[in-house]
Every structure is written in C-alpha cells, then in structure tokens.
T-cell receptor, first 115, second 112 residues
Framework: NAGVTQTPKFRILKIGQSMTLQCTQD?????MYWYRQDPGMGLKLIYY???????DKGEVPNGYNVSRSTTEDFPLRLELAAPSQTSVYFC??????????????FGPGTRLTVL | AQSVTQPDIHITVSEGASLELRCNYS??????LFWYVQSPGQGLQLLLK??????LVQGIKGFEAEFKRSQSSFNLRKPSVHWSDAAEYFC??????????FGTGTRLQVFP
C-alpha cells in the first residue's frame, strides 16, 4: 500500500513548455485534490475531484487543467508554463465526504521551477 | 467564507520547553479543524483533528489542541518539545464544502 504517489519529484521547465504532474493513489479513494504551496502562503487548492469523471475548480485554477478518467489517477496539466507557476505541488486523496474517521492523505510533492 | 489565520510565522523554542502554536478561524457554523505537520522536503501529516464533542483533542507525537468556540481558536500545544519537532505546522478548517482551507503556517525551530 503505497498511499499517494507523485511523479516527478523535481522538474525544471522553460517558459511556455507544457508538462503533466502525475498523481496516483492505491486506497480506492473517491476524492482527490491538487494543491500548490508557495513560501509563506500555505497550501492553495487548484482543482479537486469527487469521483472518476468529475472535476471542479479550486481557489487558483488558472493555468492548469485536470482530468479524472480512473479512480486511481488524477493528473495535473500545465499547458504554457509561466514563472508564476514555480511552486511545490501536492496531491491528496480522501475516501469521501468528510467524516470523523477519514482524512486527506498527502503525497510527497513535486517541486517545479519555471525559468 | 472560511479562513484560517496563524499569527506566528516563526517560533523558536528550546528543547524541553513547552509549545503553543496559535490558530484562529472564521466560519459561520461549527467547523472541522485540523493540524498538519510538514517536515522539510516532505508532504503533510495529520497531527490531530476536531469534529465535535470534547474540545480538547489528543493527537500523535504528544500534541494536543483545544477548540474554543468563543475565541474562534484551535491552538496546538505540546508540554515538552523535542528537537525532532522542528518543522512547519499548518492549521486548516473545513466546513461543508469538501475543501480544506489552510493557514499560512508556522515554522518551528528547536534549539538544543
């Protein structure tokens, strides 16, 4: 049981390039989330999904796209990388709607630099 | 709208000293409250959570937090800090939106 895995761990992009950040969970969780973490800013929600085929915008969705074709995978796509997207990206998952005995589990993060 | 404030950006304590990290939230109803810890280069780990009932909640690694509705606070405490507690700590709130709202974090430094 690996939990939430993210690839790659590190990536440097040039302005205008595109890439996909991969996120996979093996806990059969319905809910999945993408956050970005900037110094001194905490975590901001980019996109989330409550099940396969269902996605919705979070607080900072501009410049990103997501898809959820399977329960396990929730990739995040950057189409035209910009320096403002330099950040650490975290994926998380949860079984379902919030109850007292579930929680969000976080992946180890992807550190992205756009130059 | 939900929001979380962590007033202290950086706290330094000596090993063995007590610790209190502050967290204030804004939410119209009873919130669900969380504390997460992030060690350098790592993801986030849940320390403890409050849903309802007893306002003093116990978590992992010897941490506890107290929910005070009158003060809209959920402060994290530990009676004796260990060097391994050095990390960044995030308070978070969730209402009925299925989305966590995080504070900006408090970086804890521990001196021997």
């Amino acid at each position: 049981n690996a939990g939430v895995t993210q690839t790659p761990k590190f990536r440097i992009l040039k302005i205008g390039q595109s890439m996909t950040l991969q996120c996979t969970q093996d806990m059969n969780h319905n809910y999945m989330y993408w956050y970005r973490q900037d110094p001194g800013m905490g975590l901001k929600l980019i996109y989330y999904s409550v099940g396969a085929g269902i996605t919705d915008k979070g607080e900072v969705p501009n410049g990103y796209n997501v898809s959820r074709s399977t329960t396990e995978d929730f990739p995040l796509r950057l189409e035209l990388a910009a320096p403002s997207q330099t950040s650490v990206y975290f994926c998380a998952s949860r079984q379902g709607t919030l109850t007292s005995d579930n929680e969000q589990f976080f992946g180890p993060g992807t550190r992205l630099t756009v130059l | 709208a939900q929001s979380v404030t962590q007033p202290d950006i950086h706290i330094t304590v000596s090993e063995g000293a007590s610790l209190e990290l502050r967290c204030n939230y804004s939410y119209g109803a009873t919130p669900y409250l969380f504390w997460y810890v992030q060690s350098p280069g790592q993801g986030l780990q849940l320390l403890l959570k409050y849903f309802s009932g007893d306002t003093l909640v116990q978590g992992i690694k010897g941490f506890e937090a107290e929910f005070k509705r009158s003060q809209s606070s959920f402060n994290l405490r530990k009676p004796s800090v260990h060097w391994s507690d050095a990390a960044e700590y995030f308070c978070a709130v969730e209402g009925n939106t299925d989305k966590l709202i995080f504070g900006t974090g408090t970086r804890l430094q521990v001196f021997p």
